[in-house]
């Protein structure tokens, strides 16, 4: 089920970032008061080598993310715990050192179930619910709240970050000047 147009679900789950230290987080709560985009990219497991390269990737262009007025967020169904573990980890041994952006933990995968991206390979729902990891899903949200790009992986299929860029200049080019954009289009 699409959430193109709609708003993206209002869920407050534990999260951290590079300070290691636990918070609650509600993803449409940030865009909303902060009166930003924001982009939210699960991915299935922590210390493997795709999410640790991907992770790396987010974190280089993070500053045109900023640039863009848009928050970065990473999520997973791994506990905060898991999760600091990885943020202090150096990066030859798989972690993540460096991060800057915050890590959500939907350890009872309440939001990864309301987005639909749960593993389902097992017909069980509480298998799914209690052990299920999610696909790689990212979604662009725009200032107030609303779905306006979500793309799924599979688990082996990294993501090109530049393309979500990309998609962001296009919405706002899109936003503000009432222009549709055409295949491949990019800032001038």
């Known amino acids: 089920m699409s959430l193109i147009g709609k708003k993206f679900p209002s869920i407050t789950v534990n999260a951290t970032d590079k300070s290691g230290k636990s918070f609650q987080l509600n993803v449409l709560d940030a865009v909303l008061s902060e009166k930003k985009k924001a ?3 699960w991915y299935p497991k922590n210390f493997t080598s795709v999410c640790s390269s ?8 993070h500053g045109e993310f900023i640039k863009r007025n848009t928050l970065v967020f990473g999520a997973s169904c791994y506990s905060v715990e898991q999760h600091s ?8 041994t798989g972690g993540i050192s460096g991060v800057q952006f915050p890590i959500l933990s939907d350890t009872d995968r309440e939001l990864a179930m309301a987005l639909d991206i749960l593993d389902n390979s097992s017909e069980s729902h509480e298998i799914q619910k209690s052990s299920g ?8 949200i725009d200032e107030t709240g609303t779905v306006f790009h979500e793309s799924v992986n599979h688990m082996p299929v990294g993501r090109n970050i530049a393309e979500f860029i990309r998609l ?5 080019h899109v936003n503000t000047h009432g222009e549709a954009c055409l ?6």
Do not use: C, G, K, P
């Open 85 to 92: 573990e990885w943020l202090s980890a150096n990066r030859d």
């Open 54 to 61: 991907e992770m790396h990737a987010f974190e280089e262009a």
């Open 183 to 188: 295949a491949n289009w990019n800032v001038a």
């Open 168 to 172: 962001i200049d296009a919405w706002s």
């Open 39 to 41: 982009i939210v990219f």
């Open 133 to 140: 990891v999610t696909f790689r899903a990212t979604y662009l």
